[in-house]
């Protein structure tokens, strides 16, 4: 898995959380027109959560 720098997406009726993972689905599913760099403030995704602790 890479950490990369913490993104989330900015479209509406979406999950309200940040991605910091090039592994996660979700994250990569972000439109490129809704790409936030940072946290936003917002908790992490679970899917990040889990690479993170697979280390996989
Ligand atoms: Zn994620």
Redesign the pocket.
């Known amino acids: 898995m890479t950490k990369v720098a913490p993104f989330h997406s900015a479209k509406p009726n979406t999950p309200n959380?940040y991605?910091d993972?090039n592994k996660?689905t979700?994250?990569n599913n972000i439109e490129t027109q809704y790409l936030r760099q940072g946290t936003g403030g917002r908790p992490r995704?679970q899917?990040?959560d889990r690479l993170a602790t697979q280390g996989q």
């Open positions: 959380v991605h993972n996660c979700e994250g995704c899917h990040c």
